[in-house]
């Protein structure tokens, strides 16, 4: 079994300001992937960010990182310089990477506000 | 553009009246997801396809059907709807099993109130 826990319900970061969110893990599986997904209040899943468990490398997608460290089981995301427009929820998941069709495992969700 | 359209975006249907809820996908992928997400809660596997493959997971309410006719299309049927059952219902897709690095593709989901 997979599990996901994300200890922030709420943030509030001033824009422009770098915020991470934090995610740890917990698996069985010796491959795993790793998601980040952006839900704004319309409900649509928007996929940030991946990182698989036997990557040397964290992960970076423009402004987006992943602090991967795995003996912690920990993935935060790092979202640098923020904006306005990241005010939302944000997921971590993850799912096993055995070659199978497994859904995603999703932690609770972090609520991100900017402030101007 | 490639993507995956749910519909309708909101449905509103009565206590114990059957309800279908579509999602279409044009990216030709291999796999179809169901998930519920209830208020403020994190997205729970329903079930998925792989191809014609139906894989149920083990504690989703036999209220919750699937039917897949085709690669494109995916349908959840709910039988008779509680009120519990009122959620945001999330279709995803991703390509074959090989990819599994490969993220899942969200439709903007349906939001399912029930009177």
């Known amino acids: 079994a997979q599990k996901i826990t994300q200890t922030q319900p709420g943030m509030f970061v001033q824009e422009k300001e770098a915020v991470t969110l934090d995610c740890t893990y917990d698996t069985s599986d010796p491959s795993y992937g790793l998601f980040w997904y952006k839900q704004p209040s319309s409900g649509e899943m928007i996929f940030l960010i991946y990182?698989?468990?036997?990557?040397?490398q964290n992960a970076t997608e423009g402004r987006y990182s992943l602090n991967f460290q795995k003996a912690r089981k920990s993935a935060n995301l790092v979202i640098s310089a923020s904006q306005l427009g990241d005010s939302a929820m944000y997921f971590c998941?993850?799912?096993?990477?055995?070659?199978?069709?497994?859904?995603?495992?999703f932690g609770k969700g972090t609520h991100l506000i900017i402030q101007p | 553009d490639a993507m995956v359209i749910q519909n309708p975006r909101y449905q509103v249907t009565q206590f114990g009246k059957p309800v279908t809820l579509s999602c279409s996908q044009t990216?030709?992928?291999?796999?179809m997801y169901w998930y519920q997400q209830k208020s403020s809660q994190a997205p729970k596997l329903l079930f998925h396809?792989?191809?014609?493959?139906?894989?149920n997971e083990a504690d989703t309410p036999d209220n919750f059907q699937s039917r897949r006719p085709n690669t494109s299309f995916c349908f959840l049927d709910i039988r008779s709807p509680g009120l519990g059952d009122a959620a945001m219902y999330l279709c995803?897709?991703?390509?074959?099993?090989?990819?599994?690095?490969?993220?899942?593709?969200f439709g903007d989901g349906t939001r399912l109130s029930i009177l």
């Open positions: 990182q698989g468990s036997y990557d040397q």
């Open positions: 995803a897709t991703a390509p074959s099993l090989a990819q599994s690095n490969q993220p899942q593709h």
């Open positions: 396809y792989y191809d014609k493959d139906f894989n």
């Open positions: 990216l030709n992928h291999n796999v």
């Open positions: 998941a993850m799912r096993p990477d055995d070659g199978g069709a497994d859904g995603l495992t």
